[in-house]
C-alpha cells in the first residue's frame, strides 16, 4: 500500500478556496486516490476519488498530477462546516489505510 | 443515497460481556463491508474485510476470536466483541461499498466503553 504525507494542519478563511495537498509517491498503477474527511467524532465523509483524470463533484475538485505521484484536493468555497480532518487514501479492491490526515481549520 | 447504519451509537457495559454492534446499508446493496476502530486522537485502523455469504479477512494482529464478524446478508453485517474488556473500549466504525473498487460510504460509528 502506497504511503501518503500530508500537511498535520492547515488553516482557510471563510468562502476562500482550501487545497489540500498530498503525496503519495510510491502509488501504484492499479491504486485509485481517494478523499475522505472525519469530523470529530463521526464516521468518515466520503468527498471524491480518482484514478489518473481530475474530477470534480459537487463538494470537491481532484487534481492528479500526470505522473500520478501527487494530488490536491480543492474545496472552492469553504465553509465552517467544512472544518474536519482530510485524507488522502491511495487503495485498491477497497481496503481504506488511514494515515493521519490534514486538520483543515476555516475560520470566519 | 448511500445510506449505511450502525446500532448502536453507544454502548457501555461491564467487563467480560460480549458486544453486538450491526452496520446496514439502507438504500444499497453492500457486496463488501469493513470494520474500523479508532482509539482516541489516533486516525481509524482496519480490523476486517467482510463479503456476503463468506468468511472475513482480517488484519494483521486483530483477533478472529476476538471480533467476531458476520455478513449474512447484503444489506447487514455485525460484529461481536466476545468477552469485552476495557482495553476494547474504542470507537468502532463500520463502512459499506457496492463493489470493490466504489467509494465506501461510512456508519455514523459506536463508541464502546468497557467498566
Known amino acids: 500500500d502506497a504511503k501518503t504525507t500530508q500537511p498535520t494542519s492547515m488553516d482557510c478563511a471563510e468562502g476562500r478556496a482550501a487545497n489540500l495537498p498530498c503525496n503519495h509517491s510510491t502509488i501504484s498503477g492499479n491504486e485509485y486516490v481517494y478523499w475522505y474527511r472525519q469530523i470529530h467524532s463521526q464516521g468518515p465523509q466520503y468527498i471524491i476519488h480518482g484514478l489518473k483524470n481530475n474530477e470534480t463533484n459537487e463538494m470537491a475538485s481532484l487534481i492528479i498530477t500526470e505522473d500520478r505521484k501527487s494530488s490536491t484536493l480543492i474545496l472552492p468555497h469553504a465553509t465552517l462546516r467544512d472544518t474536519a480532518v482530510y485524507y488522502c487514501?491511495?487503495?485498491?479492491?477497497?481496503?481504506?489505510?488511514f494515515g493521519r490526515g490534514t486538520q483543515l481549520t476555516v475560520w470566519p | 443515497g448511500a445510506v449505511v447504519s450502525q446500532h448502536p451509537s453507544r454502548v457501555i457495559c461491564k467487563s467480560g460481556t460480549s458486544v453486538k454492534i450491526e452496520c446496514r446499508s439502507l438504500?444499497?446493496?453492500?457486496?463488501?463491508m469493513f470494520w474500523y476502530r479508532q482509539f482516541p486522537k489516533q486516525s481509524l485502523m482496519l480490523m476486517a474485510t467482510?463479503?456476503?455469504?463468506?468468511?472475513?479477512?482480517?488484519e494483521q494482529g486483530v483477533e478472529k476470536d476476538k471480533f467476531l464478524i458476520n455478513h449474512a446478508s447484503l444489506t447487514l453485517s455485525t460484529l461481536t466483541v466476545t468477552s469485552a474488556h476495557p482495553e476494547d473500549s474504542s470507537f468502532y466504525i463500520c463502512?459499506?461499498?457496492?463493489?470493490?473498487?466504489?467509494?465506501?460510504?461510512f456508519g455514523d460509528g459506536t463508541r464502546l466503553s468497557i467498566l
Open positions: 438504500d444499497f446493496q453492500a457486496t463488501t
Open positions: 487514501i491511495p487503495a485498491t479492491l477497497g481496503r481504506l489505510y
Open positions: 463502512s459499506a461499498a457496492g463493489t470493490a473498487n466504489q467509494p465506501q460510504h
Open positions: 467482510s463479503n456476503e455469504g463468506s468468511k472475513a479477512t482480517y
